[in-house]
């Protein structure tokens, strides 16, 4: 069962190296020992700021959708739908993988340049999670002004899903919400949440200082996500410098979830065949576009069975 109710929980952001052709360390957040995903959001990593030329070789998914939000940069996605994208700041990469895709990214030149974005999964309900792959990109969201209690109003796009009545021309499988949020320097907003869904709020950059009815203020640090639970109408973010933030949230996902690697399932039959058809070539994740054999070669699996993951607070 899904644990109910308001909480006030700092998930904190660790430092994972990537390695490899990668050669890159990324800041992650979900999942946690204690939150494996805030409604359907099951993953979160900030790869920069940094200066790097990136190359993230093709690699499979299965099971869950890929959200790609830069915030410097330039990022080109190949995937073996035949998609072949360079992104930048304000557009959306979404890639749904169902049954299996496979995807490259990298930075856009030759050489080292600034990069940063946040890489976020949402895991696929039954039905889409063994459905057809899918990919797209949106250069235009919709965003409104966020009535301000002091200073100016947040500016708000929606990324994934609705927000305050806004909805994201992108294709969501849940009920959910992904937004990005402005704060300038001296302002204070409530941001309005649904109540029967569970919340998280990432800063991105800034300060910000959170605080409710319930909640004594807490001052967030970059690159971490405050748990906020759910049975929440709002929460009031303050900030004095300005800040960048980004709220996750959603109808919590009830569902089994096993994770491993790049893959989202039910059990751990389903992750071990997956692993299986990738490394043996399997028409199942197809050739991404403008490749040739490289690749990323998945990782042994665990001699235990992998079991869903379950919140702990």
């Known amino acids: 069962m899904t644990l109910r109710g308001p909480r006030a929980a700092v998930l904190p952001a660790r430092e994972v190296p990537l390695g490899g052709v990668r050669a890159m360390n990324v800041r992650r957040v979900l999942p946690s020992k204690d939150v494996p995903t805030i409604g359907a959001w099951c993953f979160l990593d900030r790869f920069g700021p940094a200066e790097v030329r990136m190359r993230v070789e093709p690699h499979p998914h299965i099971g869950l959708q890929t959200v790609t939000w830069p915030l410097v940069g330039e990022i080109r996605h190949r995937d073996t739908i035949q998609s072949d994208v360079v992104l930048r700041r304000g557009q959306l990469n979404l890639m749904t993988a169902g049954h299996g895709v496979a995807h490259s990214e990298y930075s856009v030149g030759e050489d080292a340049g600034p990069l940063d974005a946040l890489q976020l999964w949402v895991v696929l309900p039954d039905g889409a999670a063994t459905g057809s792959p899918g990919f ?22 929606v990324v994934l899903g609705s927000y305050a009545g806004v909805a994201s021309p992108a294709t969501a499988y849940t009920p959910i919400v992904g937004a990005e949020i402005r704060l300038e320097p001296g302002s204070g907003v409530v941001l309005p949440l649904d109540p029967d869904w569970e919340h998280g709020l990432l800063l991105v950059t800034g300060d910000a200082h959170v605080a409710a009815a319930d909640l004594d203020e807490i001052a967030l640090s970059s690159d971490d996500v405050l ?69 990323i070669p998945a990782p042994a699996i665990p001699s235990v069975r992998l079991m869903p993951r379950r919140r702990r607070i």
Do not use: K, Y
């Not at 797209?136 to 796009?157: C, I, K, M, N």
């Open 136 to 157: 797209e990109q949106h250069r235009s969201l919709p965003g409104f002004a966020l009535a301000a209690e002091e200073g100016s109003d947040a500016d708000v796009t």
């Open 227 to 295: 748990f906020l639970g759910d049975s929440r109408e709002g929460v009031r973010v303050s900030s004095e410098r300005g800040a960048l933030l980004f709220l996750l949230g959603g109808e919590p996902f009830e569902q089994d979830l096993v994770m491993w690697w790049n893959f989202a399932a039910r059990s751990h039959d389903e992750i071990e065949q997956a692993r299986e058809d990738w490394e043996a070539g399997s028409a199942r994740f197809g050739h991404v576009v403008g490749h040739g054999d490289e690749r």
